[in-house]
T-cell receptor, first 117, second 111 residues
Framework: GAVVSQHPSRVICKSGTSVKIECRSLDFQATTMFWYRQFPKQSLMLMATSNEGSKATYEQGVEKDKFLINHASLTLSTLTVTSAHPEDSSFYIC?????????????FGEGSWLTVV | GNSVTQMEGPVTLSEEAFLTINCTYTATGYPSLFWYVQYPGEGLQLLLKATKADDKGSNKGFEATYRKETTSFHLEKGSVQVSDSAVYFCALIDGTYKYIFGTGTRLKVLA
């Protein structure tokens, strides 16, 4: 069964509104979570890395004020797309790992489809 | 910078056909290489991995060999099943947690 769960799996929102996507680790405490997005026919691109209790580290070109990431607990990270626009429509997927070191497996959520109309 | 290139899909095969999905990479150093699979409505799942040159990763009948000389990590399966229909992602990690993914290849297996 899934060890990382995302919600909602699909969301449609109006342009200008904000939408929140949750990522939960179900069977472990995730010290680090990652958020990716994927445009049609393109690669999954890392947006940001979040560590519990600290600010997220954003990849170059990702607007931190637009994509708010909160990792307030060891089992939950949220991505809020603020003032959404149609170009934000994409597939967003999170991943989580229980600890540091390459020996720890990284688990992915099911992904969330965002459509901004 | 690091990158992963995989063949465009969709790939449509008949059941029991041989599968190859090509993947090549560009990286500094010695990355670890992965194949992930995403079944409809589910998250990405690790299919197999290889951490050094000439390693062969294998799982569920799928195989891929880390070829440093050709910077490739092609995914193969001798006889595909309808249940193998999914999207397959090739990826690398360069020593951190940051995955670099390919674009994904959709596989459709017909009965």
């Amino acid at each position: 069964g899934a060890v990382v769960s995302q919600h909602p799996s699909r969301v449609i929102c109006k342009s200008g509104t904000s939408v929140k996507i949750e990522c939960r680790s179900l069977d472990f405490q995730a010290t680090t979570m990652f958020w990716y997005r994927q445009f049609p026919k393109q690669s999954l691109m890392l947006m940001a890395t979040s560590n519990e209790g600290s600010k997220a580290t954003y990849e170059q070109g990702v607007e931190k004020d637009k994509f708010l990431i909160n990792h307030a607990s060891l089992t939950l990270s949220t991505l809020t797309v603020t003032s959404a626009h149609p170009e934000d429509s994409s597939f967003y997927i999170c991943s989580a790992t229980p600890g540091e070191g390459l020996g720890n497996t990284i688990y992915f959520g099911e992904g969330s489809w965002l459509t901004v109309v | 910078g690091n990158s992963v290139t995989q063949m465009e899909g969709p790939v449509t095969l008949s059941e029991e056909a041989f599968l190859t999905i090509n993947c090549t990479y560009t990286a500094t150093g010695y990355p670890s290489l992965f194949w992930y699979v995403q079944y409809p409505g589910e998250g990405l799942q690790l299919l197999l991995k290889a951490t050094k040159a000439d390693d062969k990763g294998s799982n569920k009948g799928f195989e891929a060999t880390y070829r440093k000389e050709t910077t490739s990590f092609h995914l193969e399966k001798g006889s595909v099943q309808v249940s193998d229909s999914a999207v397959y992602f090739c990826a690398l990690i360069d020593g951190t947690y940051k995955y670099i993914f390919g674009t994904g290849t959709r596989l459709k297996v017909l009965a």
